[in-house]
């Protein structure tokens, strides 16, 4: 039976003899990788696509691979993560055909209130729920009213990209 573990290395479930592997970024991808499912969490922060590029070709050798990269929107307009953002877009707006590339993207629109609690109800599917109402609220205001949070609030609880940490006053 499954249990709660905080993995920090492999772990193998013998039963069905498969294994669960962490990667961690700053550690770099190992040689030999040849996952059948990887999944990148926080891809803004990577600044490069090296794990996510060792994934992908350890995966050659697999039927039905299958990447999840998870991630809020960034700061690094140059980065791996904004470049598969923009690559989501044009799927999504049907500019570029990719069967392999299924995107949801959570987000406001350029021309929606980033000020307004209904922003916050768009790009938080989960509102109310997970990411609780009285937290966003709070943070919302606090963005409002410090010109210096109103990018950290934009890309982590709108999911709009920013090219820098400081905010104008926008």
């Known amino acids: 039976s499954w249990s709660t573990t905080a993995w920090t290395s492999a772990q193998e479930y013998e039963p069905h003899r498969f294994r669960v592997q962490i990667r961690a970024v700053d550690r770099g991808p190992r040689r030999r990788a040849s996952p059948h499912c990887a999944i990148v969490d926080e891809y803004h922060e990577h600044d490069s696509p090296r794990l996510y590029d060792t994934m992908i070709t350890g995966m050659g050798a697999r039927r039905q691979p299958l990447i999840i990269v998870i991630t809020t929107a960034g700061f690094n307009l140059g980065g791996p993560c904004y470049d598969m953002r923009l690559r989501a877009g044009k799927v999504l707006d049907r500019t570029l055909q990719d069967e392999e590339l299924f995107a ?12 307004s609690p209904e922003a916050l109800r768009k ?25 210096s949070k109103q990018n950290t609030f934009k890309t982590k609880h709108l999911n709009v990209w920013c090219n820098a940490k400081a905010a104008a006053s926008t």
């Open 123 to 147: 790009a938080n599917p989960n509102f109310g729920v997970s990411v609780m109402e009285d937290y966003l609220l709070a943070q919302q205001l606090k963005a409002i009213q410090n010109p």
């Open 104 to 115: 949801i993207v959570y987000t406001i629109d350029a021309e929606d209130d980033w000020k």
